[in-house]
């Protein structure tokens, strides 16, 4: 939605998908899951407090936003979704025929309206339709 905006004003190819669309079909798993810890171990595992995995009831201390199967969450299968979201990346845009002219700069004036049309879609996305 953000791209059809965008090029309706600055006629550019574009490529859109979430990292989970990229990899449709080759691996399992969305938010909190085994699926993105596993990314997040490849790429920053000093981040990661596995020893806290398995807390996923609500207590006291409220509840960490993850599924059960995060405990197999690991390294390789994070470098993997990588792998394969980066070839993904690299099919679709390879068919591009990337301009060489010289772009101008994009002032805030004219991303305003953009921005604007982009917020009006606001309650058809579906991260806010869960709310």
């Known amino acids: 939605?953000?791209?059809?905006?965008?090029?309706?004003?600055?006629?550019?190819?574009h490529f859109v998908?979430?990292?989970?669309?990229?990899v449709a079909g080759k691996f399992v798993g969305d938010h909190a899951w085994r699926y993105e810890l596993s990314q997040l171990l490849a790429i920053r595992p000093?981040?990661?407090a596995m020893d806290r995995a398995e807390r996923i009831t609500t207590d006291a201390l409220g509840r960490f936003a993850?599924?059960?199967?995060?405990?197999?969450?690991?390294a390789e299968e994070g470098r993997a979704i990588?792998?394969?979201s980066l070839l993904?990346?690299?099919e679709a845009v390879s068919g591009f025929a990337l301009a060489t002219d010289q772009h101008q700069f994009i002032?805030?004036?004219?991303m305003e309206p953009l921005a604007a049309a982009v917020n009006s879609e606001k309650a058809t996305w579906a991260t806010l339709k869960a709310e």
């Open 1 to 13: 939605m953000i791209g059809e905006v965008f090029s309706s004003r600055f006629p550019i190819e």
């Open 82 to 84: 990588l792998d394969a």
């Open 66 to 74: 993850q599924n059960s199967d995060v405990t197999e969450a690991t």
């Open 46 to 48: 000093d981040l990661v």
């Open 88 to 90: 993904a990346i690299e």
């Open 107 to 110: 002032s805030f004036d004219e």
């Open 17 to 22: 998908r979430t990292d989970p669309e990229l």
